[in-house]
């Protein structure tokens, strides 16, 4: 048995999503600002992350210039399985909320920029990189650790960047 260390609203639920193989999707209407997620785990130093079963390698959340939250086991939560959007219809209140930007209809998925989360991390050798297949008209096609800096996406998601990112930028 595994212990879940995050927290699903319950109007939520994983599915096949079709650009990115599973998702979370809304099972009924949410509204905006209605909280998503409260996501978990154990904090880890970032360099951690290469010794995570390969797995997992790909779900730790930045939280601090040099720190993630994450599993240090094969166990993969549905909060693991939110995508990447350049379009995304949720965004982070503090630290560990995910919350709804906007109104969300049923069977929706949700979805969030990966740039409210991820930045360089001075001393690190681990580099965030990911070709982006979101398919939103405005997609930036790659998703790195330097987006947060992007003026437009600093203006569109002020106030629903990580308290860590919102921290730098502000």
């Given amino acids: 048995m595994s212990v879940k260390t995050s927290c699903l609203n319950p109007k939520l ?9 599973k998702g979370i999707f809304a099972k009924e209407y949410i509204q905006k600002g209605e909280r998503l997620a409260i996501f978990g785990g154990d904090v880890m130093h970032i360099d951690e992350i290469s010794a995570l079963p390969v797995e997992c390698q790909n779900y730790p959340m930045q939280i601090e210039e040099r720190f993630v939250l994450g599993s240090r086991t094969a166990v993969i939560e549905d909060t693991d399985l939110f995508n990447h959007s350049c379009n995304p219809n949720s965004g982070f209140k503090g630290q560990i909320f995910l919350v709804a930007m906007r109104d969300i209809k049923k069977d929706e998925e ?3 920029d990966y740039a409210m989360v991820v930045s ?5 050798d681990i580099v965030f990189e990911m070709e982006c297949k979101c398919e939103s008209s405005n997609c930036r096609k790659r998703i790195t650790e330097e987006d947060w800096k992007i003026p437009e996406l600093r203006e569109k998601y002020n106030g629903y960047f990580s308290q860590y990112l919102q921290e730098k930028i502000y």
């Fill in 110 to 112: 949700i979805t969030f």
């Fill in 120 to 124: 360089k991390s001075i001393g690190s």
């Fill in 13 to 21: 639920e994983a599915k096949h999503s079709k650009t990115h193989g």
